[in-house]
């Protein structure tokens, strides 16, 4: 059903709040840092903080800054990766962020050292919480929360996948909740559901998977219960929400339904969702709270809902040539971010997929590592040009101070609250209760 849009640019801006940064010196048992000793510690009165930027150095990929957006400032000192980081992931929780080293076989956790305690926020110095090591980790999925990380494994020397349920209280100690070893190695993708795990196979002695098991949790490990069909050729790309999970084929997309412990699944296909012969969804946007997934194939983006089994396709160009760049939901799901590689952003609103603000040359075009995070949210976009941190206000849509560095900013993920969870305890207590891979 054809959507309206609308452009609804505003431009009042939120200011960051500052406070003095922290002074400090010290190290970590794994990785060298010259952060600080954790033992620094001070209280919030209230139980917010905008949160700290993780930002790789775009010069030395091994060495990690922290920009601390209360102080306004870069905390001295960096952590020194053993190796260079291929990717940089938020925990479930968002206290901490995962330095993915997938040609050295291994991840650094990072804690960001903000958490609550209580009626107030506890920082700490952000530190080196340990390493988790598998042949290849690549895919890092996040559901509500649990994350699922994927280790492609080693065909050619017969190391098979492996796949590791995160969560915050694990990675406090650089450990998993459950692991499991697959029978085959391949380029894959797990989806974590509650004590249940999604998890591709690949039958084939080369490619992509073409179809997905279901694993049942069983203390520390998994049993696998059963095959989903139909297949999913070539699979790449996943998501979840709270009802549904959703896969990209080569031929279209496989979409997994559940209830209770019961899973079925239709495969819907490439020309049901518009698209022409040669195109596929290779990766999506999810959240457990948004009812539609956003699949991406090129610079088409396609709203999908998943009950219906069909999608729409998003008009985020409105005429323009351009190509997306980078692309990302806010932590409540409530926008869609695009970047395109004019350098624009555009920001869609998900209740009715209408534009919520077009923020025109909001940065220069080139590689540009994007972040949404924070409360109230805000775009971080890297600038390696000018050593600095493009700063948007998303609900407002309009660009704010940039936050100057020391070096030339690369990848970016950002560690605080979850205010998301947060939200939920409460309401719980008052009834009673981003290959280089897409992924």
């Known amino acids: 059903m054809p959507r309206m849009m609308k452009n609804l640019k505003q431009n009042a801006a939120l200011p960051l709040s500052l406070l003095a940064a922290l002074s400090m010196v010290g190290c970590n048992e794994t990785g060298s840092s010259s952060l600080g000793s954790s033992e620094d510690e001070h209280e919030h009165a209230e139980s917010d903080h905008p949160g700290r930027l993780v930002i790789a150095a775009g010069d030395d990929g091994t060495q990690l800054y922290m920009y601390d957006l ?121 989806e974590p559901r509650g004590d249940v795990l999604l998890t591709t196979f690949r039958t084939a002695d080369i490619g992509l998977p073409e179809t997905v098991d279901v694993y049942h949790q069983h203390n520390d490990h998994y049993h696998k219960e059963d095959t989903i069909s139909p297949t999913c050729p070539d699979l790449h790309g996943a998501g979840s929400n709270e009802d549904y999970s959703v896969f990209g084929c080569d031929d279209g997309i496989l979409i997994v339904h559940q209830n209770g412990e019961e899973f079925t699944a239709e495969h819907v296909d490439n020309a049901t969702l518009g698209l022409a012969a040669g195109e596929r969804i290779g990766s999506f946007d999810s959240h457990h709270e948004l009812s539609q997934f956003i699949g991406y194939a090129g610079d088409r983006v396609l709203v999908i ?37 004019a350098g624009d952003l555009r920001i869609f609103d998900t209740t009715d997929w209408s534009e919520h603000a077009h923020v025109e040359e909001a940065i220069a075009p080139g590689n540009t590592h994007m972040v949404v995070a924070g409360e109230p949210a805000h775009i971080y976009l890297s600038d390696s040009d000018n050593q600095s941190i493009v700063v948007v206000h998303l609900e407002e849509g309009n660009v704010e101070e940039s936050l100057p560095l020391t070096f030339p900013p690369a990848a970016l993920a950002w560690a605080g609250l979850d205010t998301d969870h947060d939200e939920e305890d409460h309401e719980d207590e008052d009834e009673d209760d981003h290959d280089g891979h897409d992924h």
């Open 70 to 190: 209360e102080a306004n400032a870069l905390l001295p000192g960096t952590l020194s990766l053993d190796y260079d980081a291929s990717a940089l992931y938020t925990s479930p929780g968002k206290r901490f962020v995962l330095a993915i080293q997938r040609d050295n076989d291994q991840l650094q956790v990072i804690d960001g050292g903000l958490y609550l305690h209580d009626d107030h926020v506890d920082e700490v110095i952000p530190s080196f919480a340990g390493t988790l090591t598998g042949p290849a980790p690549t895919h890092f999925r996040v559901h509500g929360e649990q994350a699922a990380l994927f280790y492609d494994g080693d065909a050619d020397n017969a190391v098979m996948a492996q796949v590791e349920l995160l969560t915050d209280e694990s990675l406090e100690t650089a450990s998993s909740e459950a692991s499991q070893t697959l029978t085959s190695a391949h380029h894959g993708v797990a």
């Open 305 to 341: 809902h998943p009950e219906d089994g069909d999608a729409e396709e998003l008009d985020w160009t409105e005429g323009a040539i351009v190509s997306l760049e980078s692309h990302s939901l806010d932590p409540h799901a409530e926008h869609l971010v695009l970047l395109d590689d």
